[in-house]
């Protein structure tokens, strides 16, 4: 974390300057708006955490509910989600009270006797070390409080309005803000309050859940398993025998369904997903009226030779899934496409909808605000085309198709009865097989405006074009201390450079020293010049030098200037830019980087846009160009 660059800082240093719309910020929604969102749930807020930290846009967020949400619903978090939070700034204190899953046991029915259960495996959670962040399980309503003071603390000062639902909304393309939306006030139990006003806006994010209004309204269509599952899912202070009750476990026994048991935050909670069943034609949402007795009462038979005795419910419900994603996330059909620009999105719930084995509905929703946000905000700006917006679209739709069918797949897994298997150790060998998928790290992007092709994949095969950066450690120059590189990268709509040094120390004439001076003075460099938003255009980049030499053999103030660049109201030195290897460390040796150098492009959501040589100026530029191009360029065009 940098502080004290525009001079001391007293008290919380997590705490940013109020600025822009952030200044005496009205507490009403006002009557125009460059973005709405409508919905608080994971996807929502984090479009509205990362955009509340630009303080030139005028961003709000609607709830139906009355007030935050207290407890309930998802609870885990992937190590994605997790890396994800150190941009934002909370990983440690998430992790600090979460319940960190380590290992994962596997329960069946008894060869011997298969109307009770015995444990057979206990599999590793991460055996493949994918990610140095932790799978945690910690309340969706504590994610959704870490966001809240991210945007309160941010220049924004951003808060959700509480108690507003959506009705519908309008476009007119030809109008300065395009998109009419149709609102009204709503007391707890959703009784409307008062008349229905509006508000006008330049875009609109649907992340309403899986009931989405939005979704209705923009044509797009739900695709796939429409015959539910019913689950009961509680959370618990409960008595039991049974051994494995503080560790994660998938526990199927012979005829009477499945229970992913799921230890929760401060040591007793435990949270049990129940399986219901398939759920019968023409229920009409009956099975969400099972009481909870009845859920305590199926989990002990799925249990069966141990008990539970539940002493206390701290939340419960009755939910039905079924395997959906929607055919598209924005409201460009399909006939329309490349002749017109999004303007509205949906998100989380609204687009993909799935079981909870796999518990990927928060971090998957996460990750469409993540993928958003920074789009929205450089086309706002000015910085990027409108064009940008068509690739949210192109990528999660994708990724959610390819959730839906692992999720398919797994769960089809944890319903079948072991005698179906070829291996009886099947279950437990996929789940380890295949743990980079649920972890979040399987994600992997295919050409577009913001993501190259890996015609130079060589350079830095642990780096692969699509894919999210994986940190790795490295020392920094300035006071010698082993960090984490990936952990230096905040969500604040920056790209990132990292340029891989070829083997001259710094100071020295080399591939590092010519690009550097490149990427400081020549009139195509992404850096040089002033953008569309009258900043200079080097504000939006973080550019860093990993030599391959240990910190101790080479001088910081050596490195090219543009590694050190002067910032803040007093134009102090930024001394954090500039990197060796860490002691047992190497990370050149451990991402596969050429000693020959490389430069590796990371978007503002952390995935690698870009792997380039270091002699490659007019890539690194024409890349750039397009993404975000000069505004000569734009004014000549």
Same mark, same amino acid.
């Given at each position: ?80 989600? %997790?890396? !994800?939070?150190? /941009?934002?700034?909370? *990983?440690?204190?998430?992790? &600090?009270?979460?319940?960190? @899953?380590?290992?994962? +046991? ?11 259960? %015995?444990? !057979?495996?206990? /599999?590793?959670?991460? *055996?493949?070390?994918?990610? &140095?962040?932790?799978?945690? @399980?910690?309340?969706? +309503? ?13 220049? !924004? ?481």
């Amino acid at each position: 974390m940098q502080f004290h660059h525009n001079g001391y800082v007293t008290g919380d240093p997590r705490v940013q300057r109020a600025a822009g719309t952030g200044v005496d910020r009205p507490s009403e929604l006002p009557d125009t708006m460059d973005v709405l969102i409508v919905g608080e749930g994971p996807a929502g807020m984090m479009t509205a955490a990362q955009l509340s930290q630009f303080p030139e846009l005028n961003v709000r967020l609607v709830e139906r509910r009355p007030s935050e949400l207290l407890i309930g619903q998802a609870d885990g978090i992937q190590a994605r989600s %997790v890396e !994800t939070f150190q /941009a934002f700034g909370f *990983a440690n204190r998430i992790v &600090e009270e979460s319940y960190r @899953i380590s290992e994962m +046991a596997f329960w069946k029915p008894d060869t011997k006797n298969p109307t009770s259960i %015995v444990r !057979t495996a206990i /599999a590793p959670d991460d *055996a493949h070390g994918v990610s &140095e962040f932790p799978h945690i @399980i910690v309340n969706q +309503a504590r994610v959704m409080q870490y966001f809240s003071e991210v945007m309160r603390n941010s220049p !924004t000062r951003a808060v959700p309005n509480y108690g507003i639902e959506y009705i519908g909304h309008e476009l007119d393309e030809s109008a300065e803000y395009p998109l009419t939306v149709t609102l009204r006030r709503v007391d707890a139990d959703g009784t409307a309050t008062g008349e229905p006003f509006t508000v006008r806006t330049k875009y609109l994010v649907g992340a309403d859940g899986a009931r989405s209004q939005i979704r209705r309204d923009i044509g797009a269509s739900r695709q796939g398993q429409q015959a539910a599952h019913a689950w009961g899912v509680m959370d618990t202070l409960s008595i039991s025998d049974f051994p494995d009750l503080r560790t994660k476990c998938a526990i199927q026994s012979h005829d009477g369904g499945s229970i992913l048991l799921i230890p929760r935050e401060g040591g007793q909670l435990t949270r049990m997903y129940v399986d219901l069943g398939e759920v019968a034609e023409g229920d009409n949402g009956a099975v969400r009226q099972t009481p909870i007795e009845d859920i305590v009462a199926h989990a002990n038979r799925i249990l069966n030779p141990y008990t539970v005795e539940v002493k206390n419910v701290a939340w419960w419900s009755v939910y039905e899934v079924g395997h959906r994603v929607t055919d598209r996330f924005d409201d460009v059909p399909a006939e329309l496409l490349g002749q017109r620009d999004p303007r509205v999105f949906i998100m989380g719930d609204a687009c993909h909808t799935h079981s909870a084995k796999a518990g990927q509905g928060m971090n998957v929703s996460m990750q469409d605000g993540f993928n958003l946000g920074w789009k929205l905000a450089h086309v706002l700006l000015g910085l990027a085309p409108q064009s940008l917006l068509a690739t949210y679209n192109g990528e999660r739709q994708v990724i959610a198709q390819n959730l839906i069918d692992f999720d398919m797949q797994w769960s089809s897994m944890m319903a079948a009865k072991p005698e179906d298997f070829d291996s009886p150790t099947a279950l437990e060998d996929f789940y380890v097989r295949t743990a980079e998928f649920p972890a979040g790290f399987m994600t992997e992007y295919t050409d577009s405006l913001v993501c190259g092709t890996a015609d130079h994949q060589e350079l830095a095969t642990g780096y692969t074009v699509g894919k999210r950066f994986r940190s790795a450690m490295v020392s920094r120059r300035s006071d010698g201390n082993p960090i984490q590189l990936g952990h230096q990268a905040q969500a604040d709509g920056k790209w990132r450079i990292y340029v891989f040094a070829d083997a001259p120390l710094a100071g020295e004439e080399s591939g590092v020293s010519a690009l550097g001076s490149w990427l400081a003075t020549d009139p195509s460099s992404p850096l040089v010049g002033v953008g569309a938003d009258g900043k200079d255009r080097a504000e939006w980049f973080d550019t860093k030098v990993i030599y391959q030499q240990p910190h101790t053999e080479f001088e910081l103030l050596n490195a090219p200037e543009v590694f050190r660049p002067l910032y803040g109201d007093f134009k102090v030195m930024q001394y954090d830019r500039v990197f060796g290897t860490a002691p047992g460390s190497d990370i050149f040796e451990e991402r596969g980087i050429s000693r020959e150098g490389a430069i590796v492009v990371v978007r503002p959501d952390q995935y690698v846009a870009q792997v380039l040589p270091l002699s490659a100026t007019e890539k690194l530029g024409a890349f750039f160009e397009g993404v975000m191009p000069h505004p000569a360029a734009v004014a000549g065009a």
